[in-house]
């Protein structure tokens, strides 16, 4: 069995997903980019009059999905604690990764609840963004 779980708070999807589905104990989010709730402002990101990024704060953009993230667990019925493996999406490595690992380190403190992680550099995400967060958890 399953559960399909769409967050009220959170930035709707970009596309026909859910936020989140439940199987068994286990969460999977699905990605989870900076956006806010309607209206889909980016916060963090500047975009020229075609929607092409100008200029982005990585840092920005990386506290506003895990505060998404935060959302749709709670709205799941999990928490924070409770994530067990993430997967990081930068569009940026080369420029990026220090300053990722700097924040990340943050909200996923060394210590017995710490998850797995991967990060990989990808060329594009669907929107005008440079980081996105997929994460599963603890039902």
């Not at 506290?63 to 799941?76: F, G, H, P, Q, T």
């Not at 924070?80 to 080369?94: G, P, R």
Request: aromatic share 8%.
């Amino acid at each position: 069995m399953s559960d399909i779980i769409n967050s009220t708070r959170a930035a709707e999807p970009v596309g026909p997903y859910p936020h989140a589905r439940r199987v068994g104990n286990l969460l999977f989010l699905s990605g989870v980019g900076p956006r806010t709730r309607g209206g889909g402002q980016i916060p963090g990101v500047t975009l020229d009059a075609a929607g092409n990024i100008v200029a982005y704060d990585i840092e920005t953009q990386i506290r506003s999905c895990m505060e998404n993230v935060r959302i749709i667990l709670e709205d799941a019925g999990s928490s924070w604690d409770k994530i067990v493996d993430v997967t990081s999406f930068l569009t940026n490595m080369k420029r990026d990764f220090a300053e990722y690992n700097r924040v990340y380190r943050e909200y996923f403190p060394p210590g017995p609840n710490q998850p797995t992680r991967t990060t990989v550099e990808v060329g594009a995400l669907p929107t005008p963004i440079a980081y996105e967060i997929k994460v599963i958890a603890l039902a």
